[in-house]
């Protein structure tokens, strides 16, 4: 059989642990037989950034810029327990957030469903799709504990020195201060990368706020992601058969758990924070979540949505057998494969992407998985648990077939 020839290479992004292991396992069952791969390859183990001094990283979000699609394995965010274990010179920032904060952009959470296994909320019956943005509010806060009585007030102080000032409150005892912001360009291209990601997948676009509570910050998240939509999306949306829907979150909450699934729900960083958890766990399982970062300027960078499964790894190393679910990796390489074909008309190459997902979603369905499955089917004839090899080895043998 001959093999799909790529055009431009995807930049694979290796990275740690019992995801590394993966990793080499899927390329060599499931790709390499199949695809002539061309990828320009980034080593993200922990060992290669301590040897470049994290520089690799920064490469690697760099070739993503320049290619525009990449494809990356979970990898180790260095805590004072790594540092030790690793014998780091530095605790290095997370890859994520480096590659995030040189790419921009949104995060696309999506959970991948098979019959046998059904999400905690019964009347799911289609993914829901969290977009996250990934930039600003709590998580770039600046916080403070005043001591005891005192006035807490908001200054702003423009360029040209004209300053603005606010009381926040008049503290008469110890308590809690917070600042936060955003900017309107990151909510903007936040927006975009919604209506956009929407129009590409062909499902409705829901956002929500607490723009009644805060009348200025979440009001102006509302307030662009209309503006946004009535000049650029509007049309295109009318002719994709696809909706925009805004709602206060709070009433989005109760809509999303009386839903089917099938839209996207967008949602401010903390919001998207919490609610991909509670979202990927009424769906089954972290081990059966993509994820996609969409930035601005459309680029795309692939990845599961769990870590390098330490635990498993440590066992691995015994050399005892390990069952890790290797399907949100193996719908990374998908989505990056799928979408280097779109990108450069390879119609061989999104079949692939297609045959790939089908059959290892085949695989599940005839009752085949790992062990983190097992105890959630529900399928007819008993659920037959199998290590990661064997698991590859049988959509291999359905993608042959
Ligand atoms: P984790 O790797 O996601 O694993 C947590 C637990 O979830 C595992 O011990 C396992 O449960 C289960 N699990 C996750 N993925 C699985 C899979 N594919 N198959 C089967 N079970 C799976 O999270 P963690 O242990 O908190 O973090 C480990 C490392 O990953 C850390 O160093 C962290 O920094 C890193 N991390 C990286 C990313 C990323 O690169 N995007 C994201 C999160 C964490 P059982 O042990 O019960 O089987
Ligand atoms: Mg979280």
């Given at each position: 059989?001959?093999?799909?020839?790529?055009?431009?290479?995807?930049?694979?992004?290796?990275?740690?642990?019992?995801?590394?292991?993966?990793?080499?396992?899927?390329?060599?069952?499931?790709?390499?037989?199949?695809?002539?791969?061309?990828?320009?390859?980034?080593?993200?183990?922990?060992?290669?950034?301590?040897?470049?001094?994290?520089?690799?990283?920064?490469?690697?979000?760099?070739?993503?810029?320049?290619?525009?699609?990449?494809?990356?394995?979970?990898?180790?965010?260095?805590?004072?327990?790594?540092?030790?274990?690793?014998?780091?010179?530095?605790?290095?920032?997370?890859?994520?957030?480096?590659?995030?904060?040189?790419?921009?952009?949104?995060?696309?959470?999506?959970?991948?469903?098979?019959?046998?296994?059904?999400p905690v909320v019964k009347n799911w019956r289609k993914p829901i799709?969290?977009?996250?943005?990934?930039?600003?509010?709590?998580?770039?806060?600046?916080?403070?504990?005043?001591?005891?009585?005192?006035?807490?007030?908001?200054?702003?102080?423009?360029?040209?020195?004209?300053?603005?000032?606010?009381?926040?409150?008049?503290?008469?005892?110890?308590?809690?201060?917070?600042?936060?912001?955003?900017?309107?360009?990151?909510?903007?291209?936040?927006?975009?990368?919604?209506?956009?990601?929407?129009?590409?997948?062909?499902?409705d676009?829901w956002?929500a706020?607490?723009?009644?509570?805060?009348?200025?910050?979440?009001?102006?998240?509302?307030?662009?992601?209309?503006?946004?939509?009535?000049?650029?999306?509007?049309?295109?949306?009318?002719?994709?058969?696809?909706?925009?829907f805004?709602t206060l979150i709070d009433d989005a909450v109760a809509r999303v758990i009386r839903s089917e699934g099938g839209f996207?729900w967008?949602?401010?960083?903390?919001?998207?924070?919490?609610m991909?958890?509670m979202v990927?766990?009424a769906f089954?399982?972290?081990?059966?979540?993509?994820?996609?970062?969409?930035?601005?300027?459309?680029?795309?960078?692939?990845?599961?949505?769990?870590?390098?499964?330490?635990?498993?790894?440590?066992?691995?190393?015994?050399?005892?057998?390990?069952?890790?679910?290797?399907?949100?990796?193996?719908?990374?390489?998908?989505?990056?494969?799928?979408?280097?074909?779109?990108?450069?008309?390879?119609?061989?190459?999104?079949?692939?992407?297609?045959?790939?997902?089908?059959?290892?979603?085949?695989?599940?369905?005839?009752?085949?998985?790992?062990?983190?499955?097992?105890?959630?089917?529900?399928?007819?004839?008993?659920?037959?648990?199998?290590?990661?090899?064997?698991?590859?080895?049988?959509?291999?043998?359905?993608?042959?077939?």
């Amino acid at each position: 059989m001959e093999k799909i020839k790529m055009t431009t290479p995807l930049v694979e992004m290796d990275g740690d642990e019992m995801t590394r292991i993966l990793w080499a396992d899927i390329k060599k069952e499931l790709l390499e037989p199949f695809v002539d791969l061309k990828t320009e390859y980034y080593d993200l183990g922990l060992p290669e950034r301590e040897r470049t001094h994290d520089q690799v990283t920064v490469d690697s979000a760099q070739a993503t810029k320049k290619y525009g699609v990449a494809v990356k394995c979970a990898t180790i965010t260095p805590n004072a327990q790594r540092v030790e274990e690793y014998k780091l010179s530095q605790m290095w920032k997370s890859p994520n957030g480096t590659i995030r904060a040189i790419l921009d952009g949104t995060v696309f959470r999506a959970p991948i469903m098979v019959k046998g296994i059904s999400p905690v909320v019964k009347n799911w019956r289609k993914p829901i799709t969290i977009a996250r943005h990934a930039y600003g509010d709590v998580y770039k806060n600046s916080e403070f504990q005043p001591k005891g009585p005192g006035k807490a007030e908001l200054v702003f102080t423009a360029a040209d020195g004209t300053q603005s000032r606010q009381t926040i409150f008049e503290f008469t005892g110890p308590g809690v201060l917070q600042g936060q912001y955003n900017t309107d360009a990151s909510i903007t291209s936040f927006a975009h990368a919604c209506f956009q990601y929407a129009l590409d997948v062909k499902q409705d676009l829901w956002f929500a706020t607490k723009d009644t509570i805060s009348k200025q910050y979440d009001h102006r998240f509302k307030d662009i992601f209309q503006a946004i939509f009535d000049a650029e999306y509007k049309e295109k949306f009318d002719k994709a058969g696809i909706e925009y829907f805004y709602t206060l979150i709070d009433d989005a909450v109760a809509r999303v758990i009386r839903s089917e699934g099938g839209f996207i729900w967008a949602c401010k960083n903390y919001d998207g924070d919490v609610m991909s958890d509670m979202v990927s766990t009424a769906f089954g399982s972290l081990a059966m979540m993509t994820s996609v970062l969409v930035s601005p300027d459309g680029n795309y960078e692939y990845e599961a949505a769990h870590g390098t499964v330490t635990r498993h790894y440590y066992k691995y190393l015994k050399g005892e057998e390990t069952s890790t679910n290797p399907m949100a990796t193996i719908f990374a390489w998908s989505g990056a494969l799928r979408k280097r074909g779109e990108l450069d008309g390879i119609p061989a190459l999104v079949d692939f992407a297609d045959r790939l997902e089908k059959a290892s979603i085949a695989v599940i369905e005839s009752g085949v998985m790992t062990k983190d499955l097992a105890g959630l089917w529900e399928g007819e004839s008993p659920a037959q648990a199998v290590n990661s090899l064997d698991f590859l080895k049988a959509i291999r043998a359905r993608l042959e077939a």
